[in-house]
């Protein structure tokens, strides 16, 4: 990668409106290693120092140390606590234990897929082991399939604070209270 060397720049009246910057050192070791195995360079080296200053606008900066983070909320459900997925695979539990041989298909009119656009809220055990591919979507230890009358289906465990809320509604309506 060439680096070019510039000078200063200049101020004028329209760039002090502009919002506070900070100067950030960057580090280019990769492209160090690019730059001394070419043959030919028109920068000298020697003159070229190992990081290179960029303006980020404060607000930028903020918002690029800002850590995301998980989300470990909790909800309330017959007297435990449960994060998201343990509590979508208990409440489903629960439902196929109220509803003695409760049937695939009934589960799915109760809890349908547009719930969880990409992988549903629950699929028997051989299309979430497809869906999962590599890493597990689904809870797989025996102890957390649940048989239903016809199948064996495991709970998705890829759920968010935003992606939950649907299934929530369709819990409640189906009168289960969750706070």
Known sequence: MKKKQTAPKKTDAKAS???????????????EETASTSEESPVDESQVEASTELEI???DEQLATKSKGRDNSTFKYNGADFK??????????????ANKGITYKKLKESFPDELLRRFGVFQDEDTARELSGARDRYF????????????TIAVCNQWTAANIRP???AAKQLGYKIK
């Open 57 to 59: 606008p404060v607000e």
């Open 17 to 31: 409106k502009k919002p506070a910057s900070k100067k950030v050192a960057v580090n280019e070791s990769a492209s």
């Open 140 to 151: 797989f230890k025996p102890e957390h399939l649940i048989k239903l009358k016809d199948k």
């Open 84 to 97: 998201k997925g343990p509590l979508v695979r208990q409440i489903i539990s629960d439902h196929v234990a």
């Open 167 to 169: 299934f929530l509604q």
